[in-house]
């Protein structure tokens, strides 16, 4: 992405765009169009823009590649606020656990794509929240989002300084933590989720930190054959979250 303004992000493609006018509007400062291209195409999008009185802009599609870079932006570009996290300290303060709760911690998940891809998991099945580590961290970027789907805003992103410590007050919050690892002590559908649940998600290259998963109540693991290593973080990430909802639907 290639901002021309650091205080802004720059979101792509006319389904990511329609999602944040409907869920986030308040966020998009302006949007611009290719003026190349009919305006009908664009009918809903401008007419929620209309709606939630949101500038539009018909611009040469190099404006566009201005902003994005060269992308499949799909004729269209709104340029938003910085993403705004919640701080984590904050979010533990008002949320009151239970045993339907479940949250997922990302140990430094570094591609914005496997970012966003989580993000959209962890909202359709349900998730509370989605706690990420404050350094060595993907951002809500652009392609996160179109990854996402737009579905980014939908629950809580919660940033902690330090992971393990976050793990720690969830501990003394009543929650438990379960970290996934190939070596885990049980098979993902063999445990059982009634009390609140934090997830932790590895890197996608080194997999969870060692320390982080000394702070575990347990470690789940995915069975692997024909000689497959591992998964992806986000198809993984998709297991945990919707084994999770199975059981909350019993």
Known sequence: MNSLDESNE?????????ELLKNRADEVEKIYINRKLNKQTFSTILSLASDNRVPV???PGSKLYELVGKVNDQGIVAAISQIQYEEFEDWLERIEPNQNTGILLLDEIEDPHNFGAI????????????????????????AAYKTSAGTAGRIPIVRAVNLNQAILKLKDNK????????????????????????FVIGNEGRGMRQ????????LLSIPMYNGVESLNASVSAALVCYEWRRQKLK
């Not at 993000?119 to 652009?142: E, F, Y």
């Not at 933590?177 to 009390?195: H, K, R, Y």
């Open 175 to 198: 929650f438990w933590i379960a970290g996934l690892d190939m070596d885990g002590d049980s098979l993902l559908w063999e445990q059982t989720f009634d009390v609140p649940m934090a």
């Open 119 to 142: 993000l959209r998991t962890a909202a359709a099945s349900g998730m509370d929240a989605v706690i990420v580590p404050k350094h060595r961290q993907a951002p809500v970027s652009a």
């Open 10 to 18: 720059f979101i792509y493609g006319r389904n990511p765009v329609e």
């Open 57 to 59: 802009a018909e611009v």
């Open 211 to 218: 320390k982080t998963g000394e702070h575990c109540d347990f």
